[in-house]
């Protein structure tokens, strides 16, 4: 170790500053005395194979101390009563050790209780992980190091770290690189702060536009989740810190997307389970091997998945590969016998988490409500320490993985404050936010907007000057944030007048209810739409800022209708009707059902929850300093009663209603998606062409290449995300109408044209068969390369010959 060269007075001084060196000899060059024997034991030994330290820790440890390396301590002041280490803490559970303390120091924005003064300067809170670790490492008597885990699905949870947008709006950027580069910051940042693994991403596939926790979410497509998510895990194991995936499994389509307690009954069956909902945590294992797995809270089948052999041991470490550890998420133990009703009691939910494959309960409970019946069933032979050695062991090879048992201390706290969230992070925030933004509709040409040419601007809406939906719980907490009239008003400076005038709250006092029981305006509600009507009057242009705020989407929020909630949509007829200009920008978490405000308005942004930055790259983009180019990853369906719509999607799921024929005349339900799958304007125009395959019959194990090229038609330079899709013509089970194989964001001047090339693997090609074994089967494929899900550009055909042929 790079402190421990020097003598143990000095070495603890640079450690922790301000603390007195104490006569504890077991730092030494190289190595340190975990367990105080005096002897440098094979786990302390670097150089020693990975599984000989794992056995002979596990060989020297205690059943107390075996056990305490199966369960979490919630930090500060949701578990955790202390910031920094006390005498109490030698009565508690974790004087034998913890597997991980979670979220500690690390600052919830809407939560006062969690405010702290160790988070910040960042040196500060690093010093205190530090403090914290010591504790561990010289008062327990193995001395096993913490695994302090935080959130991260959009940015380090924490007060200052770098902000980025819900991961709904990284999904729309359709850029790999700048995930990595995402997954690089908050690994970086995590790793700088003291924190050694990061809940995310998370790779649920979003399939209910109704679901609260869409936004969270990278879309509904899997390859798109997938190949999004494993640049996500790459970049934050990058910096030496665990990725710790979210949630396995089929959590996302709870029934009719009523979401919380014990999410009973997902509808889906063992194909599209597979297919659908497996496929993006088998890719990501496979293809970036997370150290962390974090188990869902839902049943499946009726089978609790935290309880399940089949999904923790068969599926996920025995097929997928995971070699990390398995983290329940919060309540997932308890609910096996408090909501699923599988167990008589908690103890016996313990016991069948724990021969599951589960490794360490987290929830914002004490360590000692699980340890305590753990021991007890160990006691009494129900769980064997073979089951046991081997769960800890789990735990204890991320932890060697991790470097906790050769550096095990944030090694220069001062570093800090000079690495985490740089001026280059910020810029990169922006970016980020610019590349989130998805142009849903931009009538002649209506945007971008000239400021020299406009003297008087309104912003409105209940969402134009808030900024709580640029924080959330699982975000950084206390940046400087910008509205979207601050940023608009910046941008003019003396160019142009710019008003506000919020014209409505996010919900009228009846919501939801109003929005199935309608209520007439109360005379508040109807002058403060009157007072945005006057001022739009005397206006060029309105700027309408509208959609969902954090209070309106998030776990356990799911909705009934997807409209804008409370009076917006009167508020937006109403501008509408003075005849001027409005141009919507759209706040939200999940796909609205816009049909009016598209048919009627002349342009409308999505901005999905954008991070700190909002303000200010909205009005970029509105006055054409930025050309957007994101991507719709989720559809938007024209109303909830046609939900489940979404992509991909069986032959005829889908369909419309016949015209013609003895039973052709019903036509009586809405069709087809407001918004599809992959959908996104630019200002500039592309074209494609020159669509090339490297062969058009081929062997099953065979790979193909696939080119064509893009070319910027227009005066602007602008991003295109092209998109490859595969058709299956004739298969020996249904499957989908078509599948997203590949697909890439390219920049682009004007006249500039690129080749693309993607490559078409057999794990791209293959299905699940009448036996559900993966398959590749004969017969003819469609390439079709387009600008969306349903805007083909270019099609060609190739064959997957008989292996008999």
């Given at each position: 170790m790079k402190y421990y060269k020097i003598t143990l007075a000095l070495a603890v001084s640079f450690l922790f500053t301000g603390m007195k060196p104490d006569n504890k000899d077991i730092y030494h060059k190289g190595w340190i005395d975990f367990n105080k024997n005096g002897a440098k034991d094979v786990f302390e030994d670097s150089k020693a194979p990975l599984e000989a330290r794992v056995n002979n820790l596990i060989s020297l440890m205690n059943v107390n101390e075996k056990t305490c390396q199966l369960v979490t301590l919630y930090g500060y002041s949701r578990v955790l009563e202390d910031e920094m280490p006390n005498d109490k803490w030698k009565n508690r559970v974790w004087k034998d050790g913890i597997a991980n303390i979670d979220e500690h120091l690390n600052t919830i924005w809407n939560q006062e209780?969690?405010?702290?003064?160790?988070?910040?300067?960042?040196?500060?809170?690093?010093?205190?992980?530090?403090?914290?670790?010591?504790?561990?490492?010289?008062?327990?008597?193995?001395?096993?190091?913490?695994?302090?885990?935080?959130?991260g699905v959009h940015?380090?949870?924490?007060?200052?770290?770098?902000?980025?947008?819900?991961?709904?709006?990284?999904?729309?950027?359709?850029?790999?690189?700048?995930?990595?580069?995402?997954?690089?910051?908050?690994?970086?940042?995590?790793?700088?702060?003291?924190?050694?693994?990061?809940y995310a991403p998370i790779l649920d596939v979003a399939r209910d536009q109704r679901w609260g926790r869409v936004l969270e979410c990278y879309g509904e497509e899997p390859f798109h989740i997938s190949e999004m998510g494993k640049q996500m895990v790459l970049g934050i194991q990058s910096e030496g810190v665990a990725s710790t995936l979210k949630h396995f499994a089929v959590y996302s389509v709870p029934k009719g997307a009523r979401d919380g307690d014990a999410r009973t009954d997902p509808h889906v069956a063992p194909r599209e389970m597979f297919q659908l909902h497996l496929y993006p945590f088998k890719k990501v294992i496979k293809e970036a091997a997370p150290m962390g797995i974090m188990s869902s809270y839902n049943d499946y089948d009726g089978v609790p998945v935290t309880a399940s052999p089949y999904f923790l041991t068969e599926l996920l470490r025995e097929q997928f590969g995971f070699n990390g550890y398995v983290v329940s998420d919060s309540e997932a133990v308890e609910y096996v016998s408090e909501k699923h009703h599988v167990a008589a009691g908690y103890k016996e939910a313990v016991r069948q988490v724990i021969e599951a494959g589960l490794n360490v309960r987290t929830t914002f409970r004490t360590p000692e409500s699980f340890v305590e019946p753990l021991r007890e069933l160990i006691a009494e032979g129900k769980i064997s320490m073979q089951t046991i050695d081997s769960r800890v062991a789990d735990v204890l090879r991320v932890k060697f993985r991790l470097g906790l048992f050769d550096s095990p201390y944030v090694e220069n706290p001062d570093k800090a404050d000079k690495t985490v969230h740089t001026a280059a992070d910020e810029a990169f925030s922006k970016q980020i936010?610019?590349?989130?933004?998805?142009?849903?509709?931009?009538?002649?040409?209506?945007?971008?907007?000239d400021v020299d040419k406009i003297d008087n601007i309104l912003v409105t809406g209940p969402l134009a000057d808030e900024v709580s939906f640029t924080f959330s719980r699982y975000g950084p907490a206390f940046n400087p944030s910008t509205s979207v009239f601050k940023g608009v008003k910046d941008y003019a400076g003396n160019k142009a007048n710019v008003s506000f005038v919020k014209g409505c709250d996010i919900v009228d006092p009846d919501w939801p209810g109003s929005e199935i029981i309608p209520t007439p305006l109360s005379a508040k509600e109807q002058a403060d739409i009157d007072a945005a009507v006057e001022q739009a009057k005397k206006s060029d242009i309105i700027i309408a800022v509208v959609g969902e705020d954090e209070k309106r989407v998030g776990e356990t929020k799911s909705r009934t209708s997807l409209g804008l909630p409370g009076?917006?949509?009167?508020?937006?007829?109403?501008?509408?009707?003075?005849?001027?200009?409005?141009?919507?920008?759209?706040?939200n978490g999940q796909p609205l059902t816009i049909n009016w405000e598209n048919k009627f308005l002349p342009a409308i942004l999505e901005a999905w929850f954008p991070s700190t930055a909002a303000g200010e790259v909205i009005a970029e983009t509105l006055f054409?300093?930025?050309?957007?180019?994101?991507?719709?990853?989720?559809?938007?369906?024209?109303?909830?009663?046609?939900?489940?719509?979404?992509?991909?999607?069986?032959?005829?799921?889908q369909a419309g209603q016949p015209g013609a024929g003895p039973n052709g005349y019903g036509n009586t339900r809405v069709l087809g998606p407001l918004y599809p799958f992959g959908y996104g304007l630019s200002y500039t125009s592309f074209e494609y062409s020159d669509l090339v395959i490297s062969r058009t019959s081929l062997k099953a194990q065979a790979n193909i290449e696939v080119s064509f090229k893009i070319k910027n038609t227009g005066k602007r330079e602008g991003d295109e995300v092209v998109q490859m899709y595969l058709k299956d013509k004739v298969s020996s089970v249904t499957t989908y109408e078509s599948m997203l194989?590949?697909?890439?964001?390219?920049?682009?001047?004007?006249?500039?044209?690129?080749?693309?090339?993607?490559?078409?693997t057999p794990s791209d090609l293959e299905l699940l068969d009448i036996d559900m074994n993966w398959t590749v089967e004969p017969g003819d494929f469609e390439v079709l390369i387009g600008a969306s899900s349903v805007d083909i550009k270019l099609k060609e055909t190739f064959t997957v010959e008989s292996v008999n042929d």
């Open positions: 209780k969690t405010h702290t003064k160790y988070a910040f300067p960042y040196s500060t809170h690093a010093e205190a992980i530090n403090t914290v670790q010591k504790w561990f490492i010289e008062e327990t008597r193995m001395g096993i190091p913490v695994d302090f885990t935080n959130e940015g380090l949870c924490h007060e200052k770290a770098t902000p980025l947008p819900a991961p709904i709006g990284i999904g729309s950027t359709w850029n790999k690189d700048l995930v990595y580069k995402a997954g690089t910051i908050v690994g970086r940042e995590a790793k700088a702060l003291g924190y050694t693994n990061v936010n610019r590349e989130s933004l998805v142009l849903l509709k931009n009538e002649n040409n209506l945007l971008p907007l009076r917006q949509f009167q508020l937006v007829q109403a501008l509408y009707a003075t005849g001027k200009p409005v141009v919507l920008v759209l706040i054409g300093d930025y050309n957007p180019g994101g991507k719709l990853s989720v559809t938007f369906p024209k109303s909830v009663g046609q939900i489940p719509l979404n992509f991909p999607y069986k032959p005829g799921s194989r590949g697909f890439d964001r390219v920049h682009l001047k004007p006249n500039e044209t690129k080749t693309i090339h993607f490559t078409l």
